[in-house]
């Protein structure tokens, strides 16, 4: 009897990907021209200079940071410059929500970048230390994406490590969005305690970010744990140990 494949999501017809390739170079190409018509390429190697821009814009600052979030970060510019910057320009609930459309938007452009534009070009150069999560990935990759994300956040060679993975697409947009979720509310909810206008660090705002940084650690022992009480109870509860 054969064994049946194991399922994967569907590859592409060569017309749509093909299709698919130019629209996201299409979508960088445009969000580069945005950001460089606004200046707000010169603008993010000046924090306060960005939310002044960004302020003036009124409402159109909302697309503009979007915009800028989702192409620059994928490719150089990190994007703990627009999460912090969210909060010193908006009300911490507005922030919270264009960093998470932001930092979800960067995230599908990496992985989609890394996937179906560059993928050899990419694949070559993951460096190791991400290599030891390959086989995690197969076994549990919402559960991967979701710890991943949660720890190391949105660098750029986590994209690209992720898109050329085997994880689907969707395993990965659900883990990131997950992952991705407290983190960004505590930057929100405490950047202004931790940044004072002008984006540099406040006197104890290193408090804070060491709070957040056993947190996270916390989450992921705790995580781990439950991990290995599942592990030692499906083996406890193997039939061939049940003696029938």
Excluded: C
């Excluded at 705790?222 to 499906?234: F, H, I, P, Q, V």
């Amino acid at each position: 009897m054969e064994r049946s494949a194991p399922l994967t999501e569907p590859a592409p017809a060569p017309s749509s990907l093909k299709w698919a390739r130019l629209g996201l170079v299409a979508v960088v190409a445009i969000g580069l021209a945005v950001a460089y018509r606004f200046g707000l390429l010169n603008d993010l190697a000046k924090p306060l200079l960005f939310a002044t821009s960004l302020l003036e814009m009124g409402t159109w600052g909302y697309v503009v940071f979007i915009v800028a979030y989702t192409v620059l970060q994928p490719f150089g510019v990190p994007g703990t410059v627009f999460i912090v910057a969210a909060p010193l320009i908006w009300p911490w609930q507005v922030a919270f929500v264009l960093s998470m459309i932001g930092t979800m938007s960067a995230s599908v452009v990496g992985f989609s970048f890394a996937r179906f534009v560059a993928r050899d070009f990419v694949a070559a150069r993951i460096p190791a230390r991400f290599r030891k999560y390959d086989q995690a990935l197969e076994r549990s990759g919402f559960r991967t994406v979701f710890v991943l994300r949660l720890i190391f956040w949105m660098p750029q060679v986590l994209h690209s490590f992720l898109g050329v993975s085997k994880v689907p697409f969707w395993t990965h947009f659900w883990g990131s969005l997950f992952g991705y979720v407290l983190p960004i509310f505590f930057v929100s909810y405490l950047s202004t305690a931790v940044f004072d206008p002008s984006g540099e660090l406040q006197p104890k705002g290193w408090r804070i970010l060491v709070a957040m940084a056993v947190g996270s650690l916390l989450i992921l022992a705790g995580l781990r744990y439950y991990e290995k009480r599942n592990a030692t109870s499906a083996k406890g509860a193997d039939p061939a140990d049940s003696g029938h």
